[in-house]
């Protein structure tokens, strides 16, 4: 017997935590082989590492732009069921490949695979619920995905010490057939027939048009991708800072989960509030938080010349996570909210420009990295202050349900 919205939620948030969680674990549990899968190819420049995650990620912000229209058209499981399968096939190219360009093209089509995953999540949620309802689940999905981000790295070690990366491909092979046999068992088909549009070009181009000229989806579609561009930094940068600019490598793993558990701390937290407060309100708070807590950030980094005490970057680090994790669901559901009648091509436009700016931006910033950690701390700081300017100025008077 299939799932329903109404009779069993739980199981449909954990299948949602599932989709969502594709991508963690396709970035977090490489993070420890990164340096291992570089050599084993032939190279020695670190910050070469940083495309491992940037591949996926341009291939997964530039695929998502496909998916909504067609879920619009013939449904969302069809779209997930595709995009599981290429993502399985991807997992098993990452294995097979004998050349760097091409590990890092299978990566690409990973994300390109998972990116189905991803925006039938944002499709399925805005299917069933709206405004804060909406906001709700969507933090109640990222706090069991954001056991992911904290266990992957981990995991990963563990992995690397029982035999060569490569073992790590076929957790993704596994992740990605359990996820595909789960969604053929259980998931309901969540777009009213009555809400489905011909697949046709002109209905396309108008729907998209819809989309892009709803000033609020757009707005906010830009603060979430600049919002997460200076995460996408760090965790482009994050093992070699550990390992090159720490000397710490042996505690990146369990460091880097604990930073992530409070991600998750504060999506339980706003679970809690943003049925009170509204997201809108939320969003502004945390933003204010996030810039006083990036500057001082900043100006810590600075008498420390660039490489302040590991137990202070850790805490700079928790800080950002607890605010990224107020902010990043509410501002998702905010850029949704005007898009019911066009939620899959919504969430296709949306997921492609953040991103697309987070992975952008991102890796501009990380390339940067020397023997300090300025270019992470000053990305967080120019970042915050973008995403405060653009919801004062364009996020004053939204009102949701």
């Keep these: 017997m299939l799932i329903s919205a109404k009779r069993n939620p739980i199981e449909l948030v954990l299948l949602l935590a599932v989709y969502t969680s594709i991508g963690a674990l396709t970035i977090d549990l490489q993070l420890p082989a990164m340096p291992l899968i570089l050599q084993s190819f032939g190279f020695s420049e670190s ?12 291939g997964f912000a530039l695929a998502q732009i496909f998916y909504g229209p067609i879920s619009d058209s013939i449904g969302r499981k069809s779209v997930l069921l595709f995009g599981l399968s290429i993502y399985i096939l991807a997992s098993i190219l990452c294995i097979v490949v004998d050349s760097y360009f091409w590990f890092l093209a299978a990566r690409a089509l990973q994300g390109v695979g998972a990116a189905a995953a991803r925006i039938m999540v944002n ?8 405004g804060n309802e909406m906001a709700k689940i969507t933090s109640l999905v990222m706090i069991i995905f954001i056991m992911v981000p904290v266990l992957a790295p981990t995991l990963g070690s563990l992995i690397l010490w029982t035999g060569p990366w490569q073992h790590i491909l076929y957790v993704f092979v596994g992740f990605g057939v359990l996820a595909l046999i789960w969604t053929i068992a259980r998931l309901p088909e969540s777009l009213n027939p ?6 046709n070009v002109v209905q396309i181009k108008a729907t998209f ?18 919002i997460f561009s200076g995460f996408m930094a760090y965790l482009n940068s994050a093992e070699q800072i550990y390992s090159s600019v720490y000397a710490a490598k042996h ?5 880097f989960g604990i930073i992530a558990l409070f991600f998750g701390v504060a999506a339980f937290l706003n679970a809690k509030i943003v049925m009170k407060l509204g997201a809108v309100k939320v969003v502004n708070v945390s933003l204010v938080l996030m810039v006083v807590c990036t500057f001082i950030n900043l100006i810590v980094t ?9 137990e202070l970057f850790v805490v700079m680090l928790i800080v950002i996570n607890i605010c990224i994790g107020l902010i990043y669901g509410n501002v998702m559901a905010i850029a949704m909210y005007p898009l019911g009648q066009h939620a899959g091509m919504g969430a296709s436009v949306i997921g492609m420009i953040s991103a697309l700016l987070a992975s952008g931006i991102g890796i501009m910033i990380s390339q940067q990295l020397n023997q300090t950690i300025y270019p ?10 973008l995403a405060m300017l653009l919801v004062r100025i364009f996020g004053q008077h939204i009102e949701m349900d």
């Design 47 to 58: 910050n070469q590492q940083q495309w491992i995650i940037t591949a996926y990620m341009l």
């Design 123 to 130: 499709a399925i949620t805005r299917d069933f619920y709206s």
């Design 194 to 199: 009555s809400h489905r549009k011909p697949f």
């Design 209 to 226: 048009k819809v989309v892009i000229k709803e000033p609020i989806s757009m707005v906010f579609a830009v603060v979430s991708g600049i």
């Design 251 to 255: 505690l990146f793993p369990y460091l």
């Design 302 to 310: 600075s008498l420390y010349s660039g490489v302040p005490p590991l």
């Design 376 to 385: 992470v701390v000053l990305g967080f700081f120019i970042t915050s202050v």
